[in-house]
């Protein structure tokens, strides 16, 4: 079956400290991983994806993350954090060409405070 | 990118009534979803709305209870059906155009059943 496992609940962490959160996935084929951002009473938004090619992949809002085939994980972060990073995260894969499945983390939520 | 309207956005309901999503989208797009969100919970996938044909609904959504429509490319309705309080959520119409593989959400329905 495939999975997506964000093992935090929650991240906290100061402002214009570095912050990671983490996911990782099980998946039998290629996957296709993206992070979005909730924040409250919105709906999602899309901040980055890996489909293919280099492993880090560079988003919106500074966020970046790291492709970890061995690893199985996809983890997000971001150099020097900000008080409005202060959301919902949440790691989604879908499996290679077939787009319409995808499947979502748990969540994470990021308190960044001052 | 598409940009995605959903009303309405918030409602208070009574049980046992029914009420229906409206989800427009500023573009054609391919596929069309509806997703739930729990209270403190990810997303779940209830369906995914085929233009001219039946939605595809996933394990555990059957159609007597969410019933849906999608007449035209841009267009679908969510109904949720005899309410009970189990189904207070967030409901989240998602789209995937064409070019991309990422998904595209509506700002959400967040629906309270009393």
């Known amino acids: 079956a495939q999975s997506v496992a964000q093992p935090e609940d929650q991240v906290n962490v100061a402002e214009g400290n570095p912050l990671t959160v983490k996911c990782t996935y099980s998946?039998?084929?290629?996957?296709?991983l993206f992070w979005y951002v909730q924040y409250p009473n919105r709906g999602l938004q899309f901040l980055l994806k890996y489909i293919t090619g280099d492993n880090l992949v560079k988003g919106s809002y500074g966020f970046e993350a790291e492709f970890n085939k061995s690893q199985t994980s996809f983890h997000l972060k971001k150099p020097s954090a900000l008080v409005s990073d202060s959301a919902l995260y949440f790691c989604?894969?879908?499996?290679?060409?077939?787009?319409?499945?995808?499947?979502f983390g748990s969540g994470t939520k990021l308190n960044v405070k001052p | 990118s598409a940009v995605i309207s959903q009303k309405p956005s918030r409602d208070i309901c009574q049980r046992g009534t029914s009420l229906t999503i409206q989800c427009q989208v500023d573009?054609?797009?391919?596929?069309m979803f509806w997703y739930r969100q729990q209270p403190g919970q990810s997303l779940t996938l209830i369906a995914t709305a085929n233009q001219g044909s039946e939605a595809t609904y996933e394990s555990g959504f059957v159609i007597d209870k969410f019933p849906i429509s999608r007449p035209n490319l841009t267009f679908s309705t969510l109904t949720v059906s005899n309410m009970s309080p189990e189904d207070s959520s967030i409901y989240l119409c998602?789209?995937?155009?064409?070019?991309?593989?990422?998904?595209?959400f509506g700002e959400g329905s967040r629906l309270t059943v009393l």
């Open positions: 573009s054609q797009v391919t596929m």
């Open positions: 989604a894969v879908s499996l290679g060409g077939n787009f319409n499945k995808f499947y």
């Open positions: 998602s789209v995937r155009t064409r070019d991309t593989g990422e998904l595209f």
């Open positions: 998946v039998s084929g290629n996957p296709y």
